[in-house]
């Protein structure tokens, strides 16, 4: 399927968040940036949905305490004579299951489990994942943006031409261009570090050291000519 | 020695300072007009379609068409240890500007260009410093500089313009424009193109052309300011989002029914139709202001 739009592409979601990558979406891609991000939700959303299917969810006592104490006050459990009257008695988490599965109906029990589930999964899961999805955006553009970095400050450092080999006029422009550029990406770095998720922060991230290489560049071409 | 003779000779000196009073300044007034930049003239028979490529390190390059099938090239040079190379390699006529002696300061490295071209002439500059200016040449051209200013008018062509901190003026252009900065300020005035791509890091930007129909309009920048001008009859569907900075809105905008627009989290954004929406814009900040304006 042709992919030349964004309704195209919308069209084309199912597929590429099932892994499928078509070319002409893979282009569309590069040059749509709304489409690009809904890719990459998509495919954060997938991940994640992923990791959690992966881990055992056990829920934590306490739930079952209070999953118990609110079935007792609703009156669809009652506890026997004897487990009220010796609290110290109480039963493990695999005996009450086993008493409760045999004293309360299963549609009941199956319900108030899975609204307790998702209730955890979302009071728990929320903050720990997105703080967890900051930390891999982060990583991910450090990756991405240190060993760039490094080589473009490397590459500053060695003296290209002296100033008098250039036109100061030229000379000039380039160098407060330069103190631009790497204030441009101080400023970027400092927003991605507070926002990592952000796409705009990160592509202006990327845009800044790419002016920067072409910038050096430009530099070196000079010097080349010059020598 | 006699009166007489005595008379005479001090008539005689009398008569060489006047004359020494005449040479000198005259002689003075010779050698500072030489001493001034040497115009050359050159003229070269092209086709239709010719290229014209010229590479020079500072100065100021005009070019104007004319309707006559030859390239006229004056050139300037600042000093005689400069000298400008023009050459045709069939239809493509190269001008290059060049040090003489190893000792020519690079602050001496300049000429200035006058240039006639046929109106369909295809253009390549290359001017570090400066200012280039171009009028009524229909050819596509390409514009490379550093500090160099860039001014084009009624210029249809595919103009492809790239600075480093000079500024960028194109007024009534029509063809496709892409333009990139990292301090320039762009003025795009009177436009007539229906694909515009500017970005700029640090400079303005002010758009206040006509949004053609099915017409793409990408203006970005870093810091500064993206004014864009509109009048009641434009017909375009606005994307503008400014990370950090302001998105000022005077244009009545309705929600997008043929465009999916993914809100951003982070920012200001603003998305909407105005009349039918046949034209895209997308206006894009770091910290700088977006402001969409009616036209006076």
Same mark, same amino acid.
């Given at each position: 399927?042709?992919?030349?739009n964004?309704k195209?592409?919308?069209?084309?979601?199912?597929?590429w968040?099932?892994g &499928?990558?078509?070319?002409?979406a893979?282009?569309h891609?590069?040059?749509? !940036?709304?489409?690009?991000?809904l890719?990459?939700?998509m495919?954060? #959303?997938?991940t994640?949905?992923?990791?959690?299917g992966?881990?055992?969810?056990?829920?934590?006592?306490?739930?079952?305490?209070?999953?118990?104490?609110?079935?007792?006050?609703e009156?669809? #459990?009652?506890?026997?004579?004897a487990?009220?009257a010796i609290?110290?008695?109480?039963?493990?988490?695999e005996?009450?299951?086993? @008493?409760?599965?045999a004293?309360?109906?299963?549609?009941?029990?199956?319900g108030?489990?899975? $609204?307790i589930?998702?209730a955890?999964g979302?009071?728990?899961?929320?903050p720990?994942s997105?703080?967890?999805?900051?930390?891999?955006?982060?990583?991910?553009?450090?990756i991405?943006? $240190?060993?760039?970095?490094?080589?473009l400050?490397?590459?500053?450092?060695n003296?290209i031409a002296?100033?008098?080999?250039?036109n100061?006029?030229?000379?000039?422009?380039?160098?407060?261009?330069?103190?631009?550029?790497?204030?441009?990406i101080?400023?970027?770095?400092?927003?991605?570090?507070?926002?990592?998720?952000s796409?705009? !922060?990160?592509d202006?991230?990327?845009?800044?050291?790419?002016?920067?290489? &072409?910038? =050096?560049?430009?530099i070196?071409e000079?010097? *080349?000519?010059?020598? | 020695?006699?009166?007489d003779?005595?008379?005479?000779?001090?008539?005689?000196l009398?008569?060489?300072w006047?004359?020494a009073?005449?040479?000198?300044?005259?002689l003075?007034l010779?050698?500072?007009?030489?001493?001034?930049?040497?115009?050359?003239?050159?003229?070269?028979?092209?086709?239709a379609h010719?290229?014209?490529?010229?590479?020079?390190?500072?100065g100021?390059?005009?070019?104007? !068409?004319w309707?006559?099938a030859?390239?006229?090239?004056i050139?300037?040079?600042?000093?005689?240890e400069? &000298?400008?190379?023009?050459?045709?390699m069939?239809?493509?006529?190269d001008? $290059?500007?060049?040090?003489l002696?190893d000792?020519?300061?690079?602050?001496?490295?300049?000429?200035?260009?006058?240039?006639?071209?046929?109106?369909?002439?295809? =253009?390549?500059?290359?001017?570090?410093?400066?200012?280039?200016?171009v009028?009524n040449v229909?050819?596509?051209?390409?514009?490379?500089?550093?500090? !160099?200013?860039?001014?084009l008018?009624?210029t249809?062509?595919?103009? /492809?313009v790239k600075?480093?901190?000079?500024?960028f003026q194109?007024?009534?252009?029509?063809?496709?424009? *892409?333009? @990139?900065?990292?301090s320039?300020?762009?003025?795009?005035?009177?436009?007539?193109?229906?694909?515009?791509?500017?970005?700029?890091s640090?400079?303005? #930007? =002010? +758009?206040?052309g006509?949004?053609?129909?099915?017409?793409?309009?990408?203006?970005k920048?870093y810091?500064?300011v993206?004014?864009?001008?509109?009048?009641?009859?434009?017909?375009?569907d606005?994307?503008?989002?400014?990370?950090k900075?302001?998105?000022?809105?005077e244009?009545?905008?309705?929600p997008? /029914?043929? &465009?999916?627009? +993914?809100?951003p989290?982070?920012?200001?954004?603003?998305?909407?139709?105005f009349?039918?929406?046949?034209?895209?814009?997308?206006?894009t900040s770091?910290?700088?202001?977006?402001?969409?304006?009616?036209?006076?």
């Amino acid at each position: 399927m042709a992919v030349n739009n964004c309704k195209d592409f919308v069209t084309h979601l199912e597929a590429w968040t099932e892994g &499928e990558r078509h070319p002409d979406a893979q282009v569309h891609l590069r040059d749509c !940036a709304g489409c690009r991000s809904l890719a990459e939700d998509m495919d954060a #959303i997938r991940t994640e949905a992923l990791s959690w299917g992966a881990q055992e969810s056990e829920p934590h006592p306490r739930v079952w305490t209070s999953l118990r104490t609110r079935l007792e006050q609703e009156g669809l #459990i009652r506890l026997p004579e004897a487990e009220v009257a010796i609290p110290a008695a109480r039963p493990s988490t695999e005996n009450w299951l086993s @008493s409760f599965f045999a004293r309360i109906p299963r549609p009941a029990l199956a319900g108030a489990y899975l $609204s307790i589930l998702i209730a955890l999964g979302f009071a728990l899961s929320g903050p720990v994942s997105k703080q967890t999805n900051e930390a891999r955006w982060l990583e991910g553009t450090q990756i991405a943006t $240190s060993p760039l970095s490094a080589k473009l400050n490397s590459f500053e450092q060695n003296p290209i031409a002296s100033d008098r080999d250039l036109n100061p006029a030229v000379t000039a422009s380039l160098q407060q261009n330069l103190a631009i550029v790497d204030n441009y990406i101080s400023l970027c770095e400092k927003s991605v570090q507070e926002e990592p998720q952000s796409e705009v !922060a990160r592509d202006y991230l990327y845009e800044a050291y790419q002016q920067k290489a &072409e910038l =050096l560049a430009q530099i070196g071409e000079r010097g *080349e000519n010059i020598q | 020695m006699s009166t007489d003779h005595l008379a005479y000779t001090q008539g005689a000196l009398k008569t060489h300072w006047k004359t020494a009073g005449l040479l000198v300044p005259g002689l003075l007034l010779c050698s500072a007009v030489s001493a001034g930049p040497i115009r050359h003239e050159q003229h070269f028979k092209v086709a239709a379609h010719p290229v014209v490529t010229i590479h020079n390190p500072e100065g100021l390059i005009t070019v104007k !068409a004319w309707t006559k099938a030859e390239v006229m090239i004056i050139s300037m040079p600042a000093s005689a240890e400069v &000298e400008v190379d023009a050459e045709q390699m069939g239809n493509r006529v190269d001008v $290059s500007t060049r040090a003489l002696s190893d000792s020519v300061a690079p602050g001496d490295m300049r000429a200035d260009f006058q240039i006639n071209v046929p109106e369909d002439a295809e =253009l390549q500059i290359h001017n570090d410093a400066g200012s280039v200016n171009v009028a009524n040449v229909l050819g596509d051209m390409n514009v490379e500089t550093v500090a !160099a200013g860039v001014d084009l008018e009624d210029t249809p062509g595919y103009l /492809t313009v790239k600075t480093v901190g000079g500024s960028f003026q194109c007024v009534r252009c029509a063809g496709r424009i *892409e333009v @990139s900065s990292i301090s320039g300020n762009f003025r795009l005035i009177d436009l007539k193109s229906a694909h515009v791509w500017a970005q700029t890091s640090t400079g303005n #930007i =002010l +758009f206040n052309g006509a949004f053609l129909p099915n017409g793409t309009y990408s203006l970005k920048n870093y810091s500064g300011v993206i004014e864009v001008r509109f009048s009641p009859a434009d017909s375009f569907d606005m994307s503008a989002t400014s990370l950090k900075g302001k998105v000022i809105n005077e244009a009545k905008l309705t929600p997008s /029914t043929h &465009e999916h627009h +993914f809100v951003p989290k982070w920012g200001n954004a603003l998305f909407g139709t105005f009349n039918q929406g046949r034209a895209k814009v997308e206006l894009t900040s770091f910290d700088g202001t977006i402001n969409i304006l009616k036209r006076d």
